[in-house]
């Protein structure tokens, strides 16, 4: 039996594809700046604002979009200027994000199956209108990020040769800031808040087992992540397990087999270069032992 014949699965694998392509082209920038966690951080500052969205019984996804939004643009603010370190900020809102988003679930009318949907995703209950959303703030994230790929990857590599080159850095790391809310915000419905780095982290750390440029590294991620994404929720249908757990297991499976694969070759490359031929030591020289 064909279960994408149904509205309600095509919509789960539209909208896991929309995600599968984008998460990884915002996630190359955050593993650039080593930030590869500030995704969780940001998601359970969506969590709050998922609660305030079901409490004051307007659009949970929009109303995330702005907590998580005020959420990034806080950490990169208190990165840049405060005195309080960057990892210390994402810890504050990591706790505060979570504890927020609980307290106001339970103060709303909402079932504790909600809470879940978020936390752990619910590709097969995403609405039209879900949809809508995850397309259009998709396909305007992955503009962005490769229009304005050069500028974003020299201020990731190297933040003062940008800025000497004339870049608006503060302008691009709210940028990726927002861009991370944006990805954050729409993969909840997908993997849930706290799988949300996986999509935007592995896809990239697989790329970069056997891609050495930006570009192509860039360019395997969301290949990557788009097999994961149409991978996981096809498995999730046939298996019926979690659509947001089998499409994260997915890649980290495709991790894994990257990783043993590019060693293995790795290892046959050097076996098979000849060996150095041994050179006499020069009569001046002392030899030892």
């Known amino acids: ?10 919509r789960a694998l539209v909208g896991a594809l929309v995600i599968g ?13 080593r930030l590869a966690l500030i995704g969780d951080g940001i998601g359970h500052v969506a969590l709050t604002g998922v609660g305030a969205g079901l409490l004051l019984n ?3 996804v929009l109303v995330a979009v702005l907590a998580a939004t005020l959420g990034a643009v806080v950490i990169e603010l208190v990165r840049a200027y405060g005195r309080t370190s960057g990892d210390l900020a994402l810890a504050l809102l990591f706790y505060g994000g979570i504890a927020g988003g609980v307290m106001l679930v339970g103060l709303s009318d909402a079932s ?24 259009v703030l998709g396909a305007v994230l992955l503009v962005t990020m490769l229009v304005l790929r050069p500028a974003l990857f020299a201020v990731c590599h190297d933040e003062e040769y940008a800025r000497v080159s004339g870049l608006p850095v503060r302008a691009l790391n709210l940028l990726i800031a927002v861009g991370t809310a944006v990805t954050v915000t729409i993969a909840m419905r997908a993997v849930g808040v ?4 996986a999509l935007m982290v592995v896809p990239v750390a697989t790329a970069q087992q056997v891609t050495r440029g930006f570009r192509s590294t860039m360019t395997a991620a969301m290949a990557l992540g788009l097999f994961a994404a149409g991978a996981g929720v096809w498995v999730a249908a046939t298996a019926d397990t979690a659509p947001g757990a089998s499409v994260v297991l997915v890649a980290i499976g495709s ?3 990257v990783a043993l694969l590019a060693a293995g070759v790795r290892s046959l490359r050097r076996r098979g270069r000849p060996a150095a031929p041994a050179t006499e030591p020069a009569e001046h020289e002392v030899v030892l032992g």
């Open 58 to 60: 307007r659009s949970p």
């Open 255 to 257: 991790f894994l087999a």
């Open 21 to 33: 392509l984008a998460a990884p082209a915002l996630g190359i920038y955050l593993v650039q700046r």
């Open 194 to 197: 706290l799988l949300i780095s």
């Open 112 to 135: 504790s199956g909600s809470l879940n949907a978020y936390l752990f995703g619910s590709l097969t209950t995403t609405s039209p209108g879900d949809l809508v959303t995850i397309g």
């Open 1 to 10: 039996m064909d279960l994408f014949q149904y509205d309600f699965m095509l």
